[in-house]
């Protein structure tokens, strides 16, 4: 008898501990982070987690990471549907990425053609003007893989290659970058590249100083709108086979404002290019099209090569 009420006793110590265990490795929809927090921690508003990158094995899949209040939360790797969300007031949360690391970097595995992350509320620094132990992080966000990447006011800066970095193999993706600012990054503010076709939006964006404010690369389809590239030493560069639309937009301060190449398709809807050396470059083969309603201003070069052609507007 003793022995059989010890062996149910211990069957019963054993199930509490594989119930424990389940419980402790369960998922949340929605989970937290804290300067003062702790990754063993399970994440939630009372126990959360210290850094992004600690609380994304206890985040489910499409679900959202928030912040409680403002620290440096550490460079990520997303790797399936998710939210990382940085807050506004007591929330704001910074990656700080250096030593030749990517502060953010997107390479969805599970279920990367549907996956969809977004990045909200965040500063990413690359501290590319650091020395000693602060050495240059090489980008800001990268998107390697997953169906959409939203990019939602997030500050990326300092960083010596690219700010936003779109280089996706995922058939058909897409990113769209709205509300942000992208400055002082050494090859571009933003970079589209693909093997297949991939688009992008940028809307009511700040891209500054950077090399180039916005890299148009083979099979790539970008929108800019509303937006304002200022101090780039090219605003606008293209790669034949890619298309860029430019609406309602200041393209200024640099040494060309948007250099189109042969082959590469550029369209201008009420925009302003300002105070560029030369403020369109469009040599034979390229094609330039415009509502003609887009103001050229104080470039010592307004345009050279080829004339725009008509685009009508509906």
Not at 88 to 94: I, N, Q, R
Not at 146 to 173: A, M, R, Y
Not at 301 to 309: I, L, N
Request: some cysteine; aromatic content about 4%; charged content about 10%.
């Amino acid at each position: 008898m003793n022995k059989i009420r010890l062996t149910l006793t211990t069957l019963a110590v054993f199930a509490v501990c594989l119930l424990c265990s389940s419980m402790a490795q369960a998922q949340a929809c929605r989970t937290w982070v804290s300067g003062v927090g702790d990754d063993f921690n399970p994440c939630s508003r009372t126990a959360p987690c210290k850094t992004f990158g600690g609380a994304i094995s206890k985040t489910a899949e499409g679900g959202e990471i928030d912040v409680l209040d403002p620290g440096g939360y550490g460079t990520v790797t997303i790797t399936k549907s998710l939210t990382i969300d940085g807050g506004t007031g007591s929330g704001w949360a910074s990656i700080l990425a250096s030593g030749a690391t990517a502060g953010v970097i997107v390479n969805v595995t599970t279920n990367p053609t549907t996956a969809v992350v977004t990045l909200r509320h965040l500063s990413v620094n690359g501290v590319r003007h650091g020395t000693g132990a602060c050495t240059a992080g090489t980008q800001g966000i990268r998107f390697l893989a997953g169906k959409v990447l939203h990019i939602e006011s997030v500050v990326v800066f300092g960083f010596s290659s690219n700010g936003v970095d779109v280089n996706n193999s995922t058939s058909l993706p897409t990113v769209t970058i709205q509300d942000s600012t992208i400055t002082d990054n050494g090859a571009s503010g933003v970079s589209v590249t693909a093997t297949s076709a991939i688009g992008a939006t940028i809307s009511n964006t700040t891209i500054k100083q950077n090399g180039t404010g916005v890299s148009s690369a083979a099979n790539s389809r970008v929108t800019i709108r509303d937006s304002k590239l200022a101090s780039n030493t090219t605003g606008v560069n293209t790669a034949s086979g890619s298309e860029t639309n430019i609406t309602d937009s200041l393209v200024s301060g640099g040494t060309t404002g948007i250099n189109v190449v042969s082959g590469a398709t550029v369209r201008l809807g009420n925009d302003t290019i300002a105070q560029n050396s030369t403020g369109v470059a469009n040599p034979a083969g390229s094609t330039v099209q415009s509502t003609g309603d887009s103001r050229f201003m104080g470039n010592p070069v307004d345009r050279t090569g080829a004339a725009f052609s008509p685009l009508v507007k509906q």
